[in-house]
């Protein structure tokens, strides 16, 4: 017959210091939480949904805090497998920064960093969270005793009211304070709000480069080289890319059109934006000027694209840069633009092994690209759109962004 074992109730650091026999359970007064001896482990086994494999339950999403911190809410996660689970504690303007807080891979944040937040294994049954720019594990854990649970980027902050429209340094909407103006209102170096994401609240992609816009998420540059592309007989044939700041844009010089860069989209799990999606993240985007780059990289003296992010002011309300100016972007719209009298087969793309087009005209299926490019002047702005090219063209001038919808 089994021996019932008297209920024990003491502090997580007394817990911790006992060795509960097989089967005894032990109250934790600091934790709340009851635990179960086994004979073996100390503190014995913290009884919580946690335990199962896989587990996570935030009460709430990872926010920005105040300045550069960020506000983590309370939860459960499961680190390592079966009878591995943690309390997750509710934690306001933690600051990623903090030596505590981080591991070795960075001291500082720099414009364009992506970092990512570990819950790692700690003996008082509370993981411990810790910010890292390593993008698998932080530098001294392993994939055993930690694990993901969100992140954000540190980038450029368009200055917005409640409702999320531009305003100037006098809190006027799209107001020409002399001194801060609307245009010029961003905050050079920040965490973007609109960039944290976590377990619950992510694409379901890498969210590595990309901010919520709505109920979508963005890559808030756009699509450079991780991978170079090659482009064999008009078909990637390999290549992948990324969204990362002060990168090269992809485009028609690296030989890639609008299916290129659908095929580039897929391959990391993301797709092309709609004209109005694109509408929806390029809202509050200056418009270009002729004579200068202050506000888009557009003037018409430009001879070429530039990188991802040069112009400070080329970023919308909702964070995504560069919508305007710099190179047009691909979308995923087309449109028939009839200039026969008759339809016919037209081998629009020969000896590419891809099959004819049933149109009125050779080029009359036009894709739909947006933004402006980097000597259209005042033509860039944030509804500015051609329909005059077709997707298989070769431009060197259009690039694309992608997107992915929320998990």
């Known amino acids: 017959m089994a021996t019932q074992e008297p209920l024990r109730q ?81 934690q306001t303007d933690f600051d990623p920064v903090l030596a505590a807080n981080r591991d070795t891979s960075f001291t500082a944040l720099a414009l364009g960093d992506d970092i990512y937040l570990y819950a790692a294994q700690d003996a008082s049954g509370v993981a411990k969270i810790v910010a890292s720019k390593n993008s698998t594990v932080p530098t001294g854990y392993t994939a055993s005793n930690s694990r993901k649970l969100g992140g954000f980027h540190f980038g450029r902050v368009r200055v917005v009211d409640a409702n999320g429209t531009p305003i100037d340094g006098a809190s006027a909407v799209y107001g020409a304070d002399v001194t801060t103006p609307w245009e010029a209102n961003v905050t050079n170096g920040a965490i973007v709000p609109n960039s944290c994401w976590d377990l619950a609240n992510r694409p379901t992609c890498d969210p590595t480069g990309m901010a919520k816009v709505g109920k979508i998420w963005v890559d808030i540059y756009l699509a ?40 580039l989209a897929q391959r990391t799990g993301k797709r092309l934006l709609s004209l109005n999606e694109w509408n929806q993240c390029s809202e509050g985007s200056p418009q270009g000027n002729n004579g200068d780059n202050v506000n888009a990289w557009s003037a018409t003296t430009n001879t070429g694209r530039t990188t991802t992010g040069t112009v400070t002011n080329a970023i919308s309300a909702s964070n995504i840069v560069d919508c305007v100016g710099n190179v047009w972007e691909w979308l995923d719209e087309l449109m028939n633009k009839p200039t026969g009298a008759s339809p016919a087969y037209y081998d629009a793309m020969p000896g590419q092994g891809v099959g004819q087009l049933y149109m009125y005209g050779a080029t009359d299926l036009v894709a739909v690209i947006a933004g402006g490019r980097w000597s259209n002047g005042v033509i860039a702005g944030s509804r500015a759109v051609d329909l005059s090219v077709y997707p298989w063209l070769v431009f060197a001038s259009t690039s694309s962004r992608f997107a992915c919808d929320a998990l």
């Open 10 to 90: 003491d502090t997580t650091s007394n817990r911790m210091a006992m060795i509960p026999a097989a089967g005894e359970p032990v109250y934790d007064t600091v934790l709340k939480m009851m635990a179960l001896g086994d004979g073996a482990k100390a503190g014995g086994w913290l009884v919580m949904p946690a335990n199962a494999a896989g587990f996570v339950s935030l009460m709430g999403e990872i926010e920005k805090g105040t300045g550069d911190t960020l506000n983590l809410p309370a939860g459960q996660i499961n680190i390592g497998g079966n009878n591995e689970g943690y309390l997750l504690n509710a």
């Open 224 to 263: 450079s080289s991780n991978v170079a592309p090659v482009v064999t007989s008009g078909k990637l044939s390999a290549g992948s890319s990324q969204s990362a700041y002060s990168a090269t844009p992809l485009t028609g010089t690296e030989s890639l059109n609008q299916y290129h860069f659908n095929e």
